[in-house]
């Protein structure tokens, strides 16, 4: 599996995760009990089905490695394995620079 994957925040939720240091889920992720995350090929298309004709959205590269056992790979959508983040996401886990969406 990948040793990163990436989430996608709103501008809201990413000032939010600046400012507290750690990310506890969006709505979403609150109800289904786990931090919703997709690999690098899985992008798009969350992108196209879960936030089509949203802007000021931000993706942020995220070092699965330092969540450790938190991440679990699950089967969704198309029977593909999605990582899923079972506890908080610290901000420390962000690597690179995050990407803006307009």
Known sequence: MPETAFKI?????????????????????????????SAADQL?????????????LVIAKVDLSVLGNLVKWEESRGGALFPHIYGALPVDAVIDEPAFTS
């Open 44 to 56: 798009q298309g969350t992108l196209d089905k879960h936030f089509a004709g949203q802007t000021g």
């Open 9 to 37: 925040f709103t501008v809201d939720q990413w000032a939010q995760f600046q400012a507290d240091g750690i990310f506890y889920g969006a709505p979403v992720d609150l109800a289904d009990g786990y931090i919703h995350l």
